[in-house]
């Protein structure tokens, strides 16, 4: 066969050749749309590797993106890999310490900013001693401390529009993420041209999200986690229109965009998507009706926001699993051709999970011992996986790497799952939030999920307390609806209509809202800090 | 990223896991059907892997196949494949002299064969030299004379149900086949598993034939023919319920499968879909309603066909074009976005094309200087294609290699092609069936799909003969449907209608039917010979 390599400019490179005319919509900072096409888009990622080449960057260099989802974030997702560099995303909402050391430990040579987030780089500037170059993505340099400096538009001005694109070797590093763990350092996952390539002709498959040339997508999830899910490639791949938020990602502003620009697919974590169907509720007018679907992860959604959408939108959510260091796709909750005449119960019960591993991705779920368990949607283990587009180690970190890999090849997730006789993965919870009560486990995420389907919650999140006979019991935090109430009983009764009586909360605590962390998602660790005297028991 | 390889143990090994109970359905013989599941065909070819063991076959060794579409055969994909060994697929209907030639060329060590083609084999024996062991592929060995030879189910006897599968390199050889050139020695084509595995994603791909685990297919295409145009793989790869019709390719029984299996997916050659309408217009009480889509290959489908595949079947054919030496998927007639709300005549012309090349295949078309042509969907020129499930090189064929591949690595396809502003690719005709009139070239395959769009036209090949002034003009050869009768003037007068004056065939030849190669092609080969002696013109 021919020696054709996987490698991203073939992506960009079909872009151009079949869908040079469909549009790539960006929502810029002062709320106006700004609007180019794929060959525009090639051009001015051929003009950034010229710009990088002036610039004295080597192959195998990285560059640093401190962006939101905009067409210039789109340029330097193409721009440094196709020409042998590799672009580092950054999460802007990392701690300083953290911040600095991911750039620091990347090695990042220029850095990329949206002006939005300047100041977070000028507070950490002093520590960033890799960076030789930092990059405004805008037409002028706003006033800043940062240097040197020059506007994105500057750096591109008078390069050239074409770029012969080198010959690379698949396995070559194409880009690079920093793991948001909620404990010790970052951790450092390295994607390669093979990786993204296989992920982004994977997530057109019929079985996974099917993004096709059909598709207008709208990526709310952020262009600095994990490969924007993947979207960025795997939209230039198909030719699709791509709709890109920038910093405007309230419910409003999104419901507005899927409404003009008639997106088909968008993507989110779940309070975004939540968060979205109240604002609706109150904007009628609101048309979401060329929505054909909402990819939705980063944690479980509840089915009752499942059931809501199908109801009232008729836009089926699919849920998906996956972390940084998976590309980010492993399991996506597409119905199988088995269910797809079983009553809405049934229906409702599958697609409310992790879903099924996608096309070229391995899973399977250990117990403690390395067993594998039982494919009865109750035995709980911990989820492995194993695909050409997940890491087999972290940079620069040794210890980590030995921690989170097997002997015979696959990724320790952290994650505990179940998985049934469809092979449905139903991911439970993580390993460190597991309630371990008396030598069982209680998942935390489910007593979540069946709280916040109450009608009185709005938010609810589970964790484990200290308990003097049982080791941990858990401890519900709750933020009730503007208007509703409930008592602990109250919300007992409701978990205990699903779940055994020892798995029910011992004690609740009503707030006003739960904290989160950088990526969204419910603080656990945070929680648990503030309720780290809490000792209960031993009745 | 983790070293996992393309190999097609991963796609077997999904099948087993997550669709062990869905499928495979084979028209035997004898008419019964014969039904079992992907647990059972993964069990029976870690089984044959066994045997080849037993066989003493080494890492590398070929086996030879000559059998119709059944699940012997489909076991005989996987089983010497996922143990290193490589599966021949043999074309039975080649005449003894190439039959021959493949078996010794590729250097066959096992020979397998259908009951129906021991006769074929037989009458070959004496020549196949590499030949160890033939085997039957039924429960027992009929009377013949061939030897040694046994029983495949005797093979399998006793041997373990799984197998250890290598750890194999995806550049391995997993395949073989060779073109059925219509001159010279067939070329040998080798598969690779990284190239197959691509290929198989890819057909899952939402914008290529979108093969998914809620699919029933019926390939009529033989699986001796460029992999049966990958679908066995694929089909495997989603874990869809399989359809295989055995030598019971007739419309009747193809028919009577897709409505008692309920096919949603089927793929064959424009012929068997032309049998087939008309089998269907007499036979109203079978129900294809289950049918999404059609694929066909092979040669273009006339725009009648598709017109009437919509229009009394709502079954769109989704036309397609490959090669052996192209795994096969290169271009596949999906509809753009922009065409969708576009009138019926406008679609029906997009679609009446080869289509637009599938994710992962880069196609251009070049004059005879090597520059491209304009995409204005006339000006035509050679095909030229590359991908990773693309060849490089023809087996032991250094002076067929030299002529085959351009330079920069693509395959020179032999086929004239226009390309359109859309990038749909529309293959006018071969380079060696173009009609070459006076320094212009007329598409013998228009012409002919536009002769047999004639309510009074069954069949019509058009061929180049010599012409004094002119060096060549187009004659056609016409089979009239029964009951109804044209005129040369009546038929120049319908292609009138739509192509030049200068293309119009100068003569016709009514005949009571065209000779079709052993594809089931209209055989111009053998047709020019017998007019070999025509000489037209100069006025």
Redo the contacts between chains.
């Keep these: ?4 390599q ?1 490698t991203l400019d ?1 992506l960009l ?2 872009a151009v ?2 869908f040079p005319d469909r549009e790539i919509v960006t929502k810029t900072p002062s709320g106006d749309l700004h609007r180019y096409t794929y060959a525009e888009m090639a051009a001015r990622a051929a003009q950034l590797a010229g710009a990088l080449d002036d610039l004295g960057l080597e192959t195998g260099d990285r560059v640093a993106t401190v962006a939101a989802n905009n067409y210039r974030h789109l340029e330097l997702y193409f721009g440094p890999a196709c020409s042998g560099r590799s672009m580092h995303m950054c999460n802007m909402r990392l701690p300083d310490e953290h911040f600095q050391f991911i750039v620091e430990d990347a090695g990042d040579r220029v850095l990329f900013v949206d002006p939005a987030f300047v100041e977070k780089v000028e507070a950490n500037a002093d520590e960033l001693d890799s960076v030789e170059q930092y990059v405004v993505l805008a037409d002028e340099v706003p006033e800043t401390s940062l240097e040197p400096v020059v506007a994105y538009e500057d750096l591109l001005e008078g390069q050239p529009t074409s770029y012969d694109w080198p010959d690379l070797d698949e ?1 070559r590093e194409c880009g690079m993420c920093y793991t948001s763990g909620t404990t010790g350092k970052p951790k450092g996952v ?3 041209h ?2 993204i390539s ?1 992920h982004s ?2 997530s ?4 996974t999200n ?5 598709d207008t997508v709208l990526p709310v999830v952020p262009m600095f986690h994990a490969n924007g899910w993947g979207l960025p490639y795997a939209a230039t ?2 030719g699709a229109k791509q709709v890109l938020p920038g910093v405007h990602t309230d419910p409003a502003s999104v419901a507005e965009l899927i409404d003009d620009e008639a997106v088909t697919v968008s993507a989110a974590v779940p309070t975004i998507w939540l968060e979205m169907a109240n604002y609706l509720d109150d904007h009628p007018e609101m048309d979401i009706s060329n929505v054909d679907r909402l990819t939705v992860g980063g944690s479980a959604p509840p089915e009752s926001l499942i059931r809501r959408y199908d109801e009232q939108y008729d836009a089926p959510i699919i849920q998906g699993w996956g972390m940084t260091e998976t590309s980010p796709l492993g399991t996506l909750s597409t119905l ?2 088995e269910l ?1 005449e079983a009553d809405p119960e049934t229906r409702y019960r599958y697609r409310a999970k992790a879903g ?2 996608v ?2 991705m ?1 899973v399977r779920i250990r117990d403690d011992d390395g067993e594998e368990v039982p494919r009865d949607g109750e035995s709980m283990g911990e989820l492995q996986v ?7 180690e972290y940079h620069q970190r040794p210890d980590a790497t030995r921690e989170s890999f097997t002997e015979d ?1 696959y ?1 320790r997730t952290g994650d505990i799952a179940t998985m049934d006789e ?2 449905y993965v139903d991911v439970v919870d993580r390993t460190k939030d597991v309630i371990k009560s008396g030598g069982e486990w209680i998942s935390s995420v489910e007593l979540e999920n069946e709280l916040m389907a109450h009608e009185a919650v709005a938010e609810a999140t589970v964790i484990a307390v200290d308990h003097e006979k049982w080791q941990e019991r858990p401890m519900a935090c709750v933020v009730l609806r503007e208007g509703h109430d409930a008592t602990t009983e109250d919300l007992n009764d409701h978990l205990g209509e699903r779940f055994p009586s020892w798995w029910l909360p011992d004690s609740y605590e009503f707030v006003e809202a739960i904290p989160r962390t950088s990526t969204g998602k419910f603080d656990k660790m945070t929680l648990r800090r503030q309720y780290d005297d809490v000792r209960l028991g031993p009745e």
């Design positions: 066969m021919m020696d054709v996987l073939h490179a079909r050749d079949l396995e390295v994607y390669t093979r990786g296989l002709l994977m057109g498959h019929v079985d099917r993004l096709g040339q059909a791949f198909v199988r051709e797809r099924m591993p096309p070229g391995q194993r695909a050409p587009w997940v890491v087999d090849g990724l469809y092979g």
